[in-house]
């Protein structure tokens, strides 16, 4: 097999950079290399912030009415639309997920929601109030005044490997829209679309500098937060280094940042629902990308009257799910992202039996011989866990559930906030009245009520507490990418009659 070699891409070229540092994509379902990319130098990231400068301060981009931004942007959509089945090979071979969620949702997906934001930017209003040119407008005691929303400047968009091209466009179409300029980071793990997503800008006669690639690991992020020049970043990963970003933040030159990190969701199933839809929906709602999308429940919160019912339904269908192969649409679950990746969940199935849960289902490496080269992994299913245990705290990102029973509502909603984290959760039950009561009490930002791992375009999307800051997606992810100028035109008629009440009379 062929293996795709990629450049960076800085001020609308691509490179090789200034050092000679490469690095690989290994298909964690064979464990063969599939793509080299350049790991960039400080030197390279500074000339891609640099590039994004130049084009955001003397660019047209900045300066084009937001419909000429659009268009231009569809032309990128176009070329990436016509390249879904490849794009979607790229994903899961970066990635292991399977090629049904790869060309179903990973590649489409993005599509969708590029388009969406398209949309809800080509109709946002950029200046509310009176604006100050048209008079005659009202006097009042705060004079006429016009509130314009302006891009902020340079914007570094720093990506996760689960969802590389779908997590890309949540950041770079709402801050190219809005009228920014922005350097990607994506994963070292998955940097393929990424790095195609660079070849579209290339191919559609994009303005240089408007998008920049720089490829690498954590220290191309780091360098991209540190530098002053930069003035927003968005960031989709773990809790612990989006921390670290908001260190560097701070102390760079308190940029903007949106934090989209990681969660503990809870599905709770009431003992009033559908147990046949129940449990093929809290498989969805669990086992996604083996358990490896952030909003994934990895905590099912089953009422007692129910539990054993459910919980027995639940392992049955779990232990039927097809580990395999991601180029074969049969596969239900193919391989955890790395070896790293694997031995960290294997680690965290160790310390739940060390505490005490009881492995309804112990997933393991899988005994076929086709699947030895890859990081596969079946999934484990811990019943009766408490909430203090550490498999019940904290992200684990894999295929393992923590099933707990609760004694009532108010117990579902103490174990479901009793975490440090509130991205998601959902509730599974026939009596909507009754999900929507318990919807309001729990400390998350989105609640599903018969549903789960759905995400709207134009719907925000984003944690409470230590799941990240600010939002992605709709009005209000778009305006992340804004800043807000309030302009004041004082048309008093007469001197009398103004606001100064410091200046004396003359
Ligand atoms: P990481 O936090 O390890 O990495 C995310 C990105 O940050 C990668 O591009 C990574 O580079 C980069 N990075 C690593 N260290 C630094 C640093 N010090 N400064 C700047 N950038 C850095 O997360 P994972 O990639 O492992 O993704 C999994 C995590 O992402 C999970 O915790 C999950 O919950 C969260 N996530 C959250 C989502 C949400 O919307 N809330 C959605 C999807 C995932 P590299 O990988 O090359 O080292």
Not at 74 to 85: A, D, K, T, Y
Not at 342 to 369: F, H, K, N, T, W
Not at 401 to 421: F, G, Q, W
Request: hydrophobic share 40%; charged share 20%; with cysteine.
């Amino acid at each position: 097999m062929d293996v795709r070699q990629y450049e960076l891409y800085i001020a609308g070229r691509f490179t090789r950079g200034t050092g000679d540092a490469t690095f690989d994509s290994i298909n964690p379902a064979t464990g063969q290399t599939v793509a080299t990319f350049v790991d960039a130098s400080e030197a390279d990231v500074a000339a891609a912030i640099s590039a994004a400068r130049k084009a955001f301060d003397s660019g047209p981009w900045a300066r084009m009415p937001v419909a000429e931004r659009a268009e231009r942007l569809n032309r990128v959509l176009h070329i990436i639309g016509s390249r879904i089945p490849e794009l979607a090979q790229m994903e899961y071979q970066d990635n292991g997920a399977t090629v049904r969620q790869a060309t179903s949702f990973m590649v489409p997906g993005a599509l969708a929601f590029a388009m969406g934001m398209t949309d809800l930017a080509t109709s946002f209003p950029f200046q509310e109030g009176i604006p100050v040119t048209t008079g005659p407008a009202p006097v009042g005691p705060y004079g006429a005044y016009t509130l314009k929303y302006e891009p902020i400047g340079v914007v570094g968009a720093i990506t996760p490997w689960n969802g590389p091209l779908i997590l890309a466009m949540w950041k770079v179409w709402p801050a190219l829209l809005a009228g920014n300029t922005v350097v990607l980071k994506p994963s070292e793990l998955a940097s393929s679309t990424a790095s195609e997503l660079a070849k579209a800008f290339a191919e559609a006669d994009m303005p240089p500098g408007v998008l920049n690639v720089v490829t690498g690991g954590g220290a191309v992020g780091a360098a991209l937060v540190k530098s002053p020049h930069v003035d927003h970043v968005s960031f989709t990963g773990g809790t612990e280094t989006g921390r670290q970003i908001a260190t560097y933040a701070a102390s760079a030159n308190l940029k903007r940042l949106t934090l989209e990190l990681g969660g503990k969701s809870p599905a709770i199933v009431l003992d009033d629902v559908d147990l046949d839809v129940a449990v093929d929906g809290v498989v969805w709602s669990t086992l996604f990308l083996s358990g490896q999308m952030c909003t994934c429940a990895s905590r099912v919160l089953v009422d007692n009257k129910i539990y054993d019912e459910f919980v027995g339904r639940l392992v049955d269908r779990i232990g039927k799910l097809v580990v395999g192969p991601t180029d074969d649409m049969s596969t239900d679950l193919g391989p955890v992202v790395s070896q790293r990746q694997r031995d960290r969940i294997e680690r965290y199935v160790q310390i739940g039996i060390s505490e005490g849960a009881v492995a309804a289902l112990e997933g393991g490496r899988p005994s076929s011989p086709e699947l030895a080269g890859g990081t596969y992994l079946e999934p484990t299913v811990f019943v009766d866990a408490t909430p203090a245990m550490t498999i019940s705290q904290e992200e684990i990102f894999g295929p393992v559930l923590a099933v707990m029973k609760t004694e009532s509502d108010d117990d579902a909603v103490r174990i479901a906030n009793d975490t440090p984290y509130g991205l998601a959760a959902s509730i599974w039950t026939s009596d909507t009245r009754r999900a929507l009561t318990l919807s309001d009490r729990l400390r998350c930002g989105t609640v599903w009520i018969n549903d789960h791992n759905i995400i709207s375009p134009s719907i925000p999307f984003g944690g409470f507490k230590m799941s990240g800051l600010g939002r992605e997606n709709g009005v209000s992810g778009f305006k992340e990418y804004l800043e807000q100028k309030a302009v004041y035109l004082d048309l008093t008629p007469s001197p009398e009659q103004h606001m100064w009440g410091l200046v004396a009379p003359r």
